[in-house]
């Protein structure tokens, strides 16, 4: 199988975004995006996905934050869909459960090719230090748009909105590397009885 990488850069008047993709990496993430809470969710997904991710993002932050985070979503959703290429081999389906202390989250990801996005988590709070947190749909929404996948998310348990998302995060990194992975008992063929996705 080839190299399994990508990058993918995207410029707009709100922002300018350079995301590159390892599937075959070590857990390496390397963030310039000044916001560092997302910077530190988004390493959650490398360590436990054990994929290198890096993110170069200059956005108009000084309105807020929407954009930049959107964007980044979006930008690593494409990256994200090049690196796997037309699937063959790959075992579609992931699924992760992932406690922190009180929380416990679910994720569930279909490498379908139809973006679908089914997102169940409240917050206790509004904000995480300077963060806001219904920018973390905006995120996922961004990315699987943009990858063609189908991701289910549900948070199931917890008080602490930190612990919350980290669950999430690292569930959806853990899915991620099972989906992500090859399955040699497929043979080369693509996991669809359509023979594509």
Same mark, same amino acid.
């Given at each position: 199988m080839s190299e399994r990488r990508a990058r993918v850069e995207r410029n707009t008047n709100e922002t300018q975004i350079t995301v590159a993709v390892n599937l075959d990496g070590s857990?390496?993430?390397e963030f310039s995006t000044g916001l560092p809470f997302l910077e530190h969710m988004l390493d959650q997904v490398c360590r436990h996905g054990l994929i290198d991710i890096g993110v170069k993002a200059t956005g108009d932050l000084q309105i807020d934050a929407h954009h930049t985070v959107e964007d980044i979503g979006?930008?690593? &959703? *494409?990256?994200?869909? *090049?690196?796997? &290429? #037309?699937? /063959?081999?790959?075992r579609r389906y992931g699924h992760a459960y992932v406690p922190l202390d009180e929380a416990l989250s679910r994720v569930v990801i279909d490498l379908s090719g139809r973006p679908g996005l089914d997102y169940h988590v409240q917050f206790p709070r509004a904000r995480i230090g300077e963060f806001d947190v219904d920018l973390f749909y905006e995120f996922? *929404?961004?990315?699987? @748009?943009?990858? +063609?996948?189908?991701?289910?998310? #549900?948070?199931?348990?917890?008080? @602490?909105? +930190? +612990?919350?998302?980290? /669950?999430i995060f690292k569930a959806f990194g853990?899915?991620?590397r099972m989906a992500c992975e090859v399955d040699t008992r497929l043979g080369g063929a693509v996991p669809s009885t359509k023979g594509s996705l």
């Open positions: 857990g390496v993430g979006i930008t690593l &959703g *494409q990256a994200l869909a *090049q690196a796997w &290429g #037309d699937k /063959t081999g790959l996922f *929404q961004g990315l699987i @748009n943009h990858a +063609h996948i189908t991701v289910h998310i #549900d948070a199931l348990r917890g008080r @602490n909105a +930190h +612990h919350i998302i980290e /669950t853990r899915a991620l």
